[in-house]
């Protein structure tokens, strides 16, 4: 008589996004071409500061070697004397237009970041169908107090979205980069479950949910050092793509 044993899978050894991004030299995302959109806020007023979000993100992605251009949405108003302010936003028609100008200019990206918040949902939805038409293949991830709330929920709102991710994305979005470029046809993370959990799938993709490092366990105890961020990339955003 045969005696089946059973045996436990192995259990990837936990990591943190500051111990990956540790190990990357600052070509490591030579190569990845990346466009970071900063959504649109409060239409009847004009915005009152620039998108530091996005602006640091970019320079954080550049210094490791990213091809990095900006999008800001929320530096665009037009008079319009029927809306609230006297002002509008850019219209669906507007925006494809940019976006097309813009991915152009630039070169068809590998990546596409949407900032996020609440109020920025519907801009997120519409901004994902265009850039999915525009570049069909490019992995097109969400952030922000949006993706930090909804989390994996937010792909049931925004289903052409490849990736969702929360809780801080300083090193997270380095790391997601560097995964790109390892599997850029496959798209299967190489990464402990702690940070990227496939949540999901959409014609034919998988969808990721990648954590922050402050969503992890011991963040509160290390939190990350603000000496390791560059300053903002202001001069991404000197002169529209027109």
């Not at 045996?7 to 990837?12: A, G």
């Not at 108003?77 to 200019?105: A, C, Q, V, Y």
């Not at 809780?167 to 046809?185: C, F, N, P, V, Y």
């Not at 949910?209 to 969503?215: R, S, V």
Request: glycine fraction near 10%; hydrophobic fraction near 40%; charge should be negative.
């Amino acid at each position: 008589m045969s005696v089946m044993t059973a045996t436990m899978p192995l259990r990837r050894v936990s990591l943190h996004p500051s111990e990956v991004v540790a190990e990357m030299s600052y070509n490591a995302l030579k190569g990845l071409k990346m466009v970071l959109i900063n959504m649109a806020l409060r239409e009847s007023a004009r915005p009152p500061e620039g998108p530091l979000g996005i602006t640091l993100l970019g320079a954080r992605a550049r210094q490791y070697g990213a091809d990095v251009s900006l999008v800001d949405f929320n530096a665009y108003r037009e008079d319009d004397p029927s809306s609230p302010g006297g002002l509008r936003w850019l219209s669906h028609e507007e925006i494809t237009g940019l976006l097309f100008r813009h991915f152009r200019k630039y070169g068809e990206p590998d990546i596409i970041g949407l900032s996020g918040m609440i109020t920025t949902l519907p801009w997120q939805s519409a901004v994902t169908a265009i850039c999915r038409q525009l570049i069909p293949d490019a992995f097109i991830v969400s952030g922000g107090g949006l993706g930090t709330d909804l989390r994996a929920g937010l792909l049931d709102w925004v289903a052409e979205l490849d990736a969702v991710v929360h809780s801080q994305a300083d090193d997270t979005l380095l790391i997601l980069g560097q995964e790109m470029l390892k599997h850029r046809h496959r798209r299967q993370p190489d990464l402990p479950d702690e940070l990227c959990q496939v949540v999901g799938g959409q014609d034919g993709r998988l969808q990721f949910l990648y954590a922050g490092a402050a969503a992890l366990k011991g963040s509160a105890d290390n939190p990350f050092p603000l000496d390791r961020l560059p300053f903002p990339a202001w001069d991404l955003l000197e002169r529209d793509v027109d």
